[in-house]
């Protein structure tokens, strides 16, 4: 269990969309300052309802068997976080981390779900048959990534949240009890399914990274590590999003998109260390 102590400016609240990701941390509105006692623990199933409602949109608004895949990230507590807050009676969820082997679950129907609306929404042909060799022939080497938290999590959480990620990840590929087991953490790459918003008439073509990728002002990213994910990606595509729609003014321009990515292990330190410079610049 890692403790951090952080205090918050709490401000008026933000404009809420639909989406899980834009949950707050408090339904006060009043200026000052409160002090919140962030803890990060191993998963366990009374985390259930918690890590659901934040996936809720995980798969834009498709009919899957998201218990399950919830199922499958709790049950696996040697790799993966969930975040609270000390001495919380509701024992809310704020956040949780966890990676996912492609090949190990793919006798779940929630995992074969996953695999086929990456497949769906997908637009280019090239980067589609990587994608079909990531999920089929090359499973056993990546891990799905899934990060979800409330919007205003404050930020210095994020660097510790990752860094115990993969070091849980390099201590597993030495401590766990067989060679199976220890084998499905030697992960080569990672496959992250993401939302941003995307400006409507910024360029449209969903490349790989090189080919002519969208200005960094035509993307808002949700998550702050997103957009390092990004610019590291080995390749990426966007789609559009059905479920969540733009309601407020500041968003008019822009639209809600699926980004799906794919990040070599090779590129983690990086990741790593862009993230915290980050975090300690802003």
């Known amino acids: 269990m890692l403790l951090i102590r952080i205090r918050i400016r709490k401000t008026e609240r933000e404009e809420s969309h639909s989406s899980s990701d834009d949950e707050d941390l408090s339904s006060e509105s009043s200026g000052g300052d409160v002090q919140a006692n962030f803890e990060f623990f191993d998963p366990k199933p009374d985390d259930f309802h ?112 990752y860094d115990g990620l993969f070091k849980e990840i390099e201590w597993a590929t030495e401590d766990e009890p067989t060679e199976e087991l220890r084998k499905s953490f030697c992960f080569k790459h990672y496959l992250l399914v993401r939302k941003v918003y995307k400006r409507k008439n910024g360029d449209q073509k969903k490349n790989k990274k090189g080919s002519g990728s969208s200005n960094e002002e035509d993307i808002i990213y949700l998550k702050a590590e997103d957009e390092i994910f990004h610019n590291l990606s080995a390749w990426f595509f966007f789609f559009p999003l059905r479920a969540q729609q733009v309601t407020t003014s500041e968003l008019k321009e822009y639209r809600p998109m699926g980004l799906v990515m794919a990040v070599d292990a090779t590129s983690v330190p990086s990741f790593q260390q862009q993230l915290h410079s980050f975090i300690d610049e802003s």
């Open 50 to 161: 918690g890590v659901k409602v934040l996936m809720t949109t995980y798969l834009d608004n498709k009919e899957w068997a998201l218990s399950s895949f919830v199922d499958l990230i709790l049950e696996q507590t040697t790799v993966g976080t969930v975040i609270k807050i000390e001495g919380d009676e509701d024992n809310g969820i704020y956040g949780f981390v966890s990676a996912l082997n492609l090949q190990r679950y793919e006798d779940h129907k929630c995992m074969t779900e996953v695999k086929e609306f990456l497949l769906k929404v997908c637009p280019d042909k090239e980067i589609k048959a990587i994608m079909q060799s990531y999920l089929g022939p090359e499973a056993a080497d990546v891990g799905l990534l899934v990060s979800q938290y409330v919007v205003n999590l404050p930020p210095q959480l994020l660097p510790p949240l």
